[in-house]
């Protein structure tokens, strides 16, 4: 009980101090993971205590109705993510339902407060390329200069796919460790906590298809809606299927028993050399190769031919 309650003293003390200094996407990454550690551990009390608690403080350190509402949203997705663990749901539900969210709840804010959120975007934008231009080099800065200019202009088609890029590998990093921790104590069931067994739904490849459609129909036409659709949306789907390629490298180090040295050697080698985008297509194209069970197959047959 007393951990709990230090616990809940920490939380508060975070939240106060994000709320004063008008940053909160660290307490809104927190949020779903420690109301939700609490739900499954039937601290029932405390999982609603904790999360009235981050409603009150917005409005009484700072007014802002809107992130209060921001904050109590967060911490009931923690409670539907001890609800799916509850019911041994999988790890990549998990991570799909948090991700969900928490994109759902930002670009809800992004789209209100627009405006706002694109001057300041340019406003840093144009800060960076005149410390960028300061430089003598101008054969080097010349075509940062130039890719900063296009992604300032193109912000709006690409933003929401990067914000939603970004809390999926954030969620994917805390939840993994909720879903390690839970399995630990009894909580989870250890079959669903694996990160390198996650799998990208077969169905989702039809969406990546009609964003490839609306890619050439953009092409060919070009559209605002239909760009901010399909940009957007690939930008997402590109991470998605980031992640199933990572997960896929580290079931295929771990079923080959590669030493931790050599498997660290084998991610440094992979972003020195600039390919981890190839991951994205491993994770697009394990959709008809099942990957996995290839490599399963594989090694069975390797062993029974020792």
Known sequence: MRIHGFFILGLTALVALSTAMGYSMPVMFMLPVAVAYLWIRERHLYAFLLSSVFGLLPLLTARDAFMAVAFLFAAFSGVGLGLLMRRKASLGMGIAFVTVCLFLLNAGHSALFWQEYRAAWQSEMQAFS?????????????????????????????????????????????????????????????????????????????????????????????????????????????????????????????????????????????????????????????????????????????????
Request: aromatic share 16%.
């Open 130 to 306: 005149a410390s960028v231009s300061e430089v003598k080099d101008a054969e080097r800065t010349a075509p940062m200069l130039e890719a900063l200019d296009w992604l300032a202009q193109h912000w709006l088609y690409l933003s929401f796919g990067m914000l939603f890029g970004f809390i999926l590998l954030v969620s994917t990093v805390l939840v993994s460790a909720l879903y390690r921790k839970a399995a630990q104590e009894g909580l989870a069931s250890p079959a669903n906590v694996y990160f390198s067994r996650m799998r990208v739904p077969e169905l989702l490849v039809w969406a990546a298809i009609v964003l490839a459609g609306l890619w050439f129909l953009d092409s060919w036409r070009p559209n605002d809606v239909i760009r901010f659709i399909a940009w957007n949306g690939a930008v997402a789907m590109a991470v998605v299927y980031w992640l199933n390629g990572l997960a896929i490298l580290v079931f295929a180090l771990q079923a080959f028993q590669v030493r931790p040295l050599v498997a660290a050697l084998v991610f440094s080698a992979l972003f020195m050399l600039n390919l981890q985008q190839l991951l994205a297509f491993v994770g697009l194209f394990d959709t008809w190769w099942d990957l996995r069970f290839k490599i399963r197959r594989f090694i069975e047959t390797r062993q029974r031919n020792a």
